[in-house]
């Protein structure tokens, strides 16, 4: 035990996340294939239900937008507030791991279900907006930690001292902000027409 936590201390914050990024994978595979039984038929009337729906009715692109982009702006402002306190880096492990175990899940039950044409259910649901929201996810992780430790372990807990780490962020908040922006429309506009053709191929 004393040995694999040494390992761990000496883990950088890629590794770390890398680490328990695969852990959930693992875990999400596991309880795909365990659980089958029990949600093999809740996808079976989602398929009939919500796919068919999709497929045929008219997709509100704008609010579709203005929800993607409120639920993702505030997961940005909850993420960056938690990052400044002790829970920052807690949260943050909870994050990868709980991402990890999604798309493990998602992707095993995905492919388990439809074959082939799970992987291309799976693509589509990530693009094209996933090319902007890793990046985006990969910075703030990275950001983040960083902005906990030089609060939490470098001897700058002072309120006076938070403000002035906080305001050399400023602009890599602000950049990430607007990348969020930009990757909420491609998920509302252009991952939402992509998704609801790629769903006539499952109806």
């Given at each position: 035990m004393?040995?694999?936590?040494?390992?761990?201390?000496?883990?950088?914050?890629?590794?770390?996340?890398?680490?328990?990024?695969?852990i959930g994978l693992f875990f999400g595979i596991i309880c795909s294939n365990v659980f089958q039984?029990?949600?093999?038929?809740?996808?079976?009337?989602?398929?009939?239900?919500?796919f068919s729906k999709i497929t045929s009715s008219d997709i509100n692109y704008t609010g579709l937008f203005q929800y993607t982009l409120r639920k993702h702006l505030n997961e940005y402002f909850i993420f960056w507030l938690l990052s400044i306190t002790i829970l920052g880096i807690p949260y943050m492990a909870f994050k990868i791991t709980s991402f990890g175990f999604f798309t493990g899940f998602f992707i095993s039950a995905a492919t388990m279900q439809y074959g082939m044409k799970g992987i291309l259910l799976v693509l589509v649901y990530y693009f094209p907006h996933g090319l902007i929201y890793l990046p985006v996810a990969l910075a703030c992780l990275y950001k983040g930690f960083l902005l906990n430790r030089s609060i939490y372990h470098d001897n700058h807990s002072r309120m006076d001292s938070i403000f002035?780490?906080?305001?050399?962020?400023?602009?890599?908040?602000?950049?990430?902000?607007?990348?969020?922006?930009?990757?909420?429309?491609?998920?509302?506009?252009?991952?939402?027409?992509?998704?609801?053709?790629?769903?006539s191929l499952f109806t």
């Open positions: 004393k040995r694999l936590k040494l390992y761990i201390n000496r883990l950088n914050i890629i590794q770390v996340s890398i680490f328990l990024l695969m039984d029990n949600y093999i038929q809740k996808i079976q009337e989602y398929e009939d239900n919500v002035k780490i906080l305001k050399s962020y400023m602009m890599i908040l602000i950049f990430l902000a607007a990348a969020i922006l930009i990757g909420s429309f491609l998920e509302a506009y252009i991952g939402g027409f992509i998704l609801k053709k790629s769903l």
